[in-house]
């Protein structure tokens, strides 16, 4: 099982995971609002090139190199994935990848061979795109192979405590079960009974409770990652509001940022 471990600058913490210990990160609690991006990358890495989308809940993941000059408005996606050197001659800035959350599951990932990272927004709307493989093929399309990745999800909201419909469930849950052509009503059904399933019953009719955390956790062991490849952070936004905020608990548009900056080879 990963290790998760608290880290502390300018006196407030941001959460780190053992997966992901080759590469400066940070998964950072609301304790640093309003702070940006281009202030928080200080915290992991000198010098890095800092690089960040407007998160729109869908399934477009870029590269650096997609995005407009910096004077221009923020390119619209959910992802980024860091570009390697075309040549070990070749020099490229560290790229500091982030992804802003509240709620839904900033989701961290590297390359142990490569060096190279991604940074996920996956809401229960991204999930149902699958926007996790589709970094993951971005990866794959530079060369990463998928027993070199390890991936972290960090503190997103517990599926205990997010109730959403059935369609919202049968959304998500069709990435997952073999029937996707089934009703919304067969599909929840049929991931309910399944095992580690990312669903919980809820009293209220036409309600479940979703745990898109999980949800992203089985895509990744279905597209053929290992458990021990996959971590999910031990805390809830909503269950602990002193560490982060949390849209459903307070309907602020607030947001705590999660950050990764990509290395030279590894391996």
């Known amino acids: 099982m990963a290790d998760w471990q608290w880290q502390?600058?300018?006196?407030?913490?941001?959460?780190?995971?053992?997966?992901?210990?080759p590469w400066p990160h940070g998964f950072f609690t609301r304790q640093f609002w309003p702070q940006t991006p281009e202030t928080l990358t200080a915290s992991l890495a000198a010098n890095a090139?800092?690089?960040?989308?407007?998160?729109?809940?869908?399934?477009?993941?870029?590269t650096p190199a997609d995005l407009p000059a910096e004077a221009g408005p923020r390119a619209e996606a959910d992802g980024l994935v860091s570009v390697g050197a075309a040549s070990p001659q070749e020099k490229r800035a560290r790229q500091a990848l982030w992804v802003c959350s509240a709620d839904c599951s900033p989701v961290l990932i590297g390359d142990r061979a490569t060096g190279r990272v991604a940074?996920?927004?996956a809401g229960w709307r991204g999930t149902a795109q699958a926007i996790v493989l589709v970094a993951v093929g971005k990866l794959q399309a530079q060369g990463s192979r998928l027993q070199d990745l390890v991936v972290a999800i960090g503190p997103a909201i517990a599926g205990e405590v997010y109730q959403v419909s059935v369609d919202v469930a049968a959304a998500v849950g069709r990435t997952l079960v073999s029937d996707a052509a089934s009703d919304d009503e067969a599909v929840v059904r049929a991931l309910l009974q399944s095992e580690n399933s990312p669903l919980l019953v809820d009293e209220m009719p036409g309600k479940v409770?979703?745990?898109?955390r999980?949800?992203?956790?089985?895509?990744?062991?279905?597209?053929?990652?290992?458990?021990?490849?996959?971590?999910?952070?031990?805390?809830?936004?909503?269950?602990?509001?002193?560490?982060f905020f949390s849209y459903r608990h307070t309907g602020e548009k607030q947001v705590q940022w999660s950050g990764i900056v990509s290395q030279g080879q590894l391996a």
């Open 119 to 121: 940074a996920v927004h």
């Open 49 to 62: 090139a800092v690089q960040r989308v407007k998160q729109v809940h869908g399934n477009r993941v870029l």
């Open 214 to 243: 999980q949800a992203n956790a089985r895509q990744l062991e279905q597209l053929g990652l290992g458990r021990d490849q996959v971590a999910i952070a031990p805390h809830c936004t909503f269950q602990e509001p002193e560490r």
């Open 209 to 212: 409770r979703l745990d898109v």
């Open 8 to 21: 502390t600058w300018q006196g407030q913490d941001f959460l780190t995971c053992d997966l992901l210990q």
